[in-house]
């Protein structure tokens, strides 16, 4: 029962962490505490990746965004209109083979982000926002790893969380990274988890 291969081994679902995100770049809204997407990405188990795969559905359009994508998926640094179109480009097209069109491809990353939802993996380690103190990056993966499964990788910028990096086989369960996938800058071993602002009450779970 082999599948036809879509042309990449695996697909990374990174979240930002908006207060580490907003600590090093301008942020035209709060940044809240609670993870936001970035994007889902096909990625090759040997390093590197697709990109804009798709010279005639690059422009397919999208349909209007539902009130969790516009939660949930917001840019953090301008419209995020152009930042979904940036993504389906990009990436979208690339994942395309294995699930379908922009809007099929939208639906598939919300749905990832809630199933595979960071701020409750982390709240029920206990591993809180804090505006005091560091937390071990083993332990934020750990707690990861006790949710769903595999143990994320971390991106830092001076100490403080940015991003995290979930790898997913092609069934899109959570699997252990293969080393040659790296996430943009490390963290340390220690680090920060700032408190951001409350989300806004019409995006409260
Ligand atoms: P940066 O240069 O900030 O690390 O990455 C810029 C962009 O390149 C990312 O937002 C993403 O679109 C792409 N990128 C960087 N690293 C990776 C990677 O390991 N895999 C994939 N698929 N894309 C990446
Ligand atoms: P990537 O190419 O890394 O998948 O996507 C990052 C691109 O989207 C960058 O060009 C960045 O300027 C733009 N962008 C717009 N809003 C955001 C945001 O909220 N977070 C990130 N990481 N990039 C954003």
Redesign the pocket.
Known sequence: EALPSPGFDLL?LVRSYPPGFCSHQHCHTPASSSFTIH?L???YKTGG?PQFCGAHTTHQAAGPPTPAQNCLWPSLIGPSPGFWEHEWA??GTCAAPLLGNRTAFVATVLELHEKYNLDVALGNAGVLPSSSGDYAAEDLQEAVRAAYGAAPLLSCTAGTLVEVWMCLDLELRVMDCPPA??P?PKCGADVRLPRGAEVPPRCRP
């Open positions: 990374l994007g990405w096909p990625e990746w990009k990436h996938v790296r943009g």
